[in-house]
């Protein structure tokens, strides 16, 4: 799945990765649980403005992070 989605990621098809830090983040799809790569994932999706990724990378986050606080307000920003 990874080599799919990330070629359609690279055409500009963005919400792939926020699919591919689901998939990571759960362990299903064909992927091994990752934390960390559904951080860079989601990472991806939440700086093109995607507001579900934003919501799951701050979630992934610990609230201590200044990040966390930074994409749930961007996640937030969109509902408004």
Known sequence: YEIFFSNQIASGQTSNAH????????GVGGCEKNVDKA???YVMAAELGLSDSQRSLAHLLPVTDPNCWHWMGKAAQKVL
């Open 39 to 41: 951080k860079e994932f």
């Open 19 to 26: 699919v591919m830090g689901f998939c990571y983040r759960d």
